[in-house]
T-cell receptor
Framework: AQSVTQLGSHVSVSEGALVLLRCNYSSSVPPYLFWYVQYPNQGLQLLLKYTSAATLVKGINGFEAEFKKSETSFHLTKPSAHMSDAAEYFCAVSEAGNQFYFGTGTSLTVIP | EPEVTQTPSHQVTQMGQEVILRCVPISNHLYFYWYRQILGQKVEFLVSFYNNEISEKSEIFDDQFSVERPDGSNFTLKIRSTKLEDSAMYFC????????????????FGAGSRLTVL
C-alpha cells in the first residue's frame, strides 16, 4: 500500500530563510514522487517529480527535493523564501501512474 | 499554457439533490481523473477514465457517483443524491499518458469545484 505523510500542516518562515517541507512515503515498489503547489483559488501545479533518475530533483521557482530511499523521504527545500512562495504544498506518490496518493498538505506562510 | 478548467467554482446544494461538476481537460490528453479533498483532509482519488470508460475507481466512488464524457471536450462528475459528507473540493485532472506508457505520469489539475451540501 502506498501512502504519504507530510509533517507539519503549517510552516512559517521569514522572507529569505530556508524553506523545508517534509514528506515521507511508504511504497512496496520503487515509487514515483511528486510535489504539487496550490496557490489560492488555483489548481494543483506540478513543482517537481522524481522518476528514479537523479535523486536530487530540481523544480520550478527554485525548489528542489531529494529522494532518500533509506529514510523513505522526499523533502522539499528552497534556499531563500520569497513572499510569492506562500501557498499549500502537497506531496504525492504513485506506483503505477494512474493513482496518486496525496499527503494532507502543508500550508507555507512567508513572513516579511 | 494549456489548462484544465472546472465549473462551477463553488456550488451550494441541498442534501438529496443531484449535482453535476464539469471539467474541460487539456485538448490532447486522453486520461481523465476526479479527486476530492474534504476540508483538512488528504486529496483522495475517486476515478480515472480512459477511452470512454472507467479504468480505475476507489471505494469512495460508489453508486451515487458517475462520470461521463458527453462530447469531445467535457468530462463530468455526477453525484446522484448528495449527502452532507460529499461536501468537499473536487479536482479534475488530465494527462497525456497512462500506465501503459509511463509510470511517471504527470497530472494537470484544474482549480477545483467546491461543493457545499446543506
Amino acid at each position: 500500500a502506498q501512502s504519504v505523510t507530510q509533517l507539519g500542516s503549517h510552516v512559517s518562515v521569514s522572507e529569505g530563510a530556508l524553506v523545508l517541507l517534509r514528506c515521507n512515503y511508504s511504497s512496496s515498489v520503487p515509487p514515483y514522487l511528486f510535489w504539487y503547489v496550490q496557490y489560492p483559488n488555483q489548481g494543483l501545479q506540478l513543482l517537481l517529480k522524481y522518476t528514479s533518475a537523479a535523486t536530487l530533483v530540481k523544480g520550478i521557482n527554485g525548489f528542489e527535493a531529494e529522494f532518500k530511499k533509506s529514510e523513505t523521504s522526499f523533502h522539499l527545500t528552497k534556499p531563500s523564501a520569497h513572499m510569492s512562495d506562500a501557498a499549500e504544498y502537497f506531496c504525492a506518490v504513485s506506483e503505477a501512474g494512474n493513482q496518486f496518493y496525496f499527503g494532507t498538505g502543508t500550508s507555507l506562510t512567508v513572513i516579511p | 499554457e494549456p489548462e484544465v478548467t472546472q465549473t462551477p467554482s463553488h456550488q451550494v446544494t441541498q442534501m438529496g439533490q443531484e449535482v453535476i461538476l464539469r471539467c474541460v481537460p487539456i485538448s490532447n490528453h486522453l486520461y481523465f481523473y476526479w479527486y476530492r479533498q474534504i476540508l483538512g483532509q488528504k486529496v483522495e482519488f475517486l476515478v480515472s477514465f480512459y477511452n470512454n470508460e472507467i479504468s480505475e475507481k476507489s471505494e469512495i466512488f460508489d453508486d451515487q457517483f458517475s462520470v461521463e464524457r458527453p462530447d469531445g471536450s467535457n468530462f463530468t462528475l455526477k453525484i446522484r443524491s448528495t449527502k452532507l459528507e460529499d461536501s468537499a473540493m473536487y479536482f479534475c485532472a488530465s494527462s497525456s499518458l497512462g500506465t501503459a506508457f509511463s509510470g511517471a505520469n504527470v497530472l494537470t489539475f484544474g482549480a477545483g469545484s467546491r461543493l457545499t451540501v446543506l
